[in-house]
C-alpha cells in the first residue's frame, strides 16, 4: 500500500468482475505521417495503430487478472474528438488479444455488453469501445457527481472490483478514472502502482535536477517548467522539438519554412509566455544552438544565424547535443520527456538518440516519460532496464513529481469500500 492506495495483487479477484480503466491509446500511422505542412487540415484515410509500450504493460495486467480468474472489462480512451487518432478500440483488441493469447470480446457502446458482461465466466476479458465516444467523459467532474452517470452506475452493478492502472489518466476527473471509485472496492493496478513506488524514490532527491522537455505540446510543459523553476524542484530546463523551436522564435528569431507548421499545430499561440518565462529564469532555460534540416532528402545541420531556412527543420544539431550532455553528466537527476526531434527518421532521431544515450551513461537518476519518449526509446533500440525508471505517463507525471493533485490518485485514496 502506498499513501493509502491498495494494490489489486493483494486481492482476491477469483470469480469477480473487474473493471480495469487502462490506457490502451496509441500513435495512429497515417499515409500523411511524414508530409510537410499545408494550409488546410489533411484529410486522413488510412488509420493503422502501432503497437505501444501501454498496450504491452496493460496487456500484462489482464493476462494476470485472467490467469487468477477474474472477469474483465477493460475500459480506454483513444485520441481526441477531431483528430486522426479519434478511433474505435476493434484494433486495440486484435493486438490486446494477440499480447495476452485470451479471446477478448469487443464491444460498441450501441451493443448489448450488459448482457455479454452478466454472461461472462472466469477468465474471460472483453474490451469496451472509446470512452471517450461517452458525451459525459471528459466532463470534469468530482468522483460523486460522474458515479451518477447511467453508464458508470449500469457498469458498476455488474462489478466487484474497479481498477485504476494508468497514471497517464490520473490527472483527468474523468467520469471512467474517478467515476467507479464512488460505487466500488478500488485499487491501483500493477502498471500504476509500479509508476508510484518508483516516483516516490524521487522525493529523496532535492538538487542538481536537469529537466529535459520535447515534443509538440507547449501549453502543459510550459506551466509545468514553470513550476518546477519556480519551486526549485530543478535547476535546469533543456528544451528541444517544438519546445525549443518556440524558444528561439521567443528570442527574435525566424525559422522560415518551419513558422508555418508550428502555426498550423497551434504551437506558436504559447509564444508570449515562452518570452515570458526565458526573460523570467534567465540562465536556466537552455534552447538549441544548431539545427538539423531535411536538405535535398539529406540531414544538414546549421546554426541559429542561418535562420530563416527554406527546409524544414527536424531536429536539433551536434553542438546542441553536445552541450546538453556535459550538463546531464553533472546532474542527479534528469527527467526526460518528448523527443527532441523526428525519431521516426533515422537522419533525424540524433538528439533524442544523443540523450538517451547519455543518460545510459549517467551517474543520474533517469526517468523517461511520455509516450513519444518511450516509443522513442523502444524504436531506437534502447531497453527500459537501462534506464532507473520508465514511465507511460506523459503530462501526469510532470504534475505528479511537481505535487499536483491528481483526481484519480486522489480518488483511490479516499476508496473505502
Not at 70 to 87: C, N, P, W, Y
Not at 109 to 118: R, T
Not at 272 to 283: D, Q, V
Amino acid at each position: 500500500m502506498i499513501n493509502g492506495i491498495r494494490s489489486i495483487e493483494e486481492a482476491d479477484v477469483k470469480g469477480k468482475t473487474v473493471i480495469v480503466r487502462a490506457d490502451l491509446n496509441s500513435a495512429v500511422k497515417t499515409s500523411m505521417e511524414f508530409a510537410e505542412p499545408v494550409e488546410k487540415e489533411p484529410k486522413f484515410k488510412h488509420n493503422r495503430l502501432l503497437k505501444s509500450p501501454k498496450l504491452a504493460a496493460h496487456a500484462r495486467t489482464v493476462r494476470w487478472l485472467a490467469s487468477n480468474g477474474a472477469k474483465t472489462v477493460v475500459l480506454s480512451h483513444q485520441g481526441r474528438e477531431g483528430r486522426a487518432d479519434f478511433i474505435d478500440l476493434s484494433h486495440h483488441r486484435i493486438i490486446l488479444q494477440r499480447l495476452t493469447d485470451i479471446d477478448v470480446k469487443f464491444f460498441k457502446w450501441n451493443e448489448d455488453y450488459i448482457s455479454a458482461i452478466k454472461k461472462m465466466k472466469n477468465g474471460d476479458v472483453i474490451l469496451l469501445d472509446n470512452t471517450r465516444f461517452l458525451p459525459f467523459e471528459s466532463k470534469e467532474k468530482p468522483a460523486a457527481e460522474h458515479a451518477k452517470e447511467k453508464t458508470i452506475k449500469d457498469l458498476a452493478s455488474l462489478a466487484q472490483i474497479f481498477v485504476l492502472d494508468a497514471l497517464s489518466v490520473a490527472h483527468r476527473p474523468h467520469a471512467t478514472v474517478v467515476g467507479f471509485t464512488a460505487l466500488l472496492p478500488s485499487y491501483a493496478g500493477p502498471v500504476l502502482m509500479g509508476e508510484l513506488k518508483a516516483l516516490k524514490k524521487v522525493e529523496s532527491v532535492k538538487d542538481n535536477t536537469v529537466l529535459v522537455l520535447g515534443g509538440l505540446k507547449p501549453e502543459d510543459s510550459l506551466k509545468v517548467m514553470e513550476k518546477m523553476l519556480s519551486e526549485k524542484r530543478v535547476s535546469q530546463v533543456l528544451l528541444g522539438g517544438g519546445l525549443g523551436e518556440l524558444a528561439i522564435l521567443a528570442k527574435g528569431k525566424s525559422l522560415g519554412l518551419k513558422d508555418g507548421f508550428l502555426k498550423e499545430n497551434k504551437v506558436l499561440e504559447a509564444l508570449p509566455e515562452m518570452k515570458r518565462l526565458l526573460e523570467k529564469f534567465n540562465g536556466q532555460i537552455s534552447f538549441p544552438v544548431d539545427l538539423a534540416i531535411r536538405k535535398q532528402g539529406q540531414r544538414e545541420e546549421i546554426s541559429l544565424a542561418e535562420l530563416p531556412v527554406g527546409d524544414m527543420i527536424y531536429d536539433v544539431g551536434e553542438i546542441t547535443m553536445q552541450n546538453y550532455a556535459s550538463i546531464v553528466a553533472k546532474s542527479d537527476l534528469v527527467i526526460f520527456n518528448g523527443p527532441l526531434g523526428r525519431f521516426e527518421s533515422y537522419q533525424f532521431a540524433y538528439g533524442t538518440r544523443k540523450m538517451l544515450e547519455t543518460l545510459c551513461c549517467s551517474r543520474a537518476y533517469s526517468i523517461i516519460g511520455g509516450g513519444d519518449t518511450v516509443t522513442a526509446l523502444i524504436r531506437l533500440g534502447f531497453k527500459e532496464k537501462e534506464f532507473n525508471h520508465v514511465s507511460l505517463a506523459g503530462k501526469a507525471l510532470l504534475e505528479f513529481l511537481v505535487g499536483e493533485e491528481l483526481p484519480g490518485i486522489t480518488a483511490l485514496s479516499k476508496n473505502k469500500l
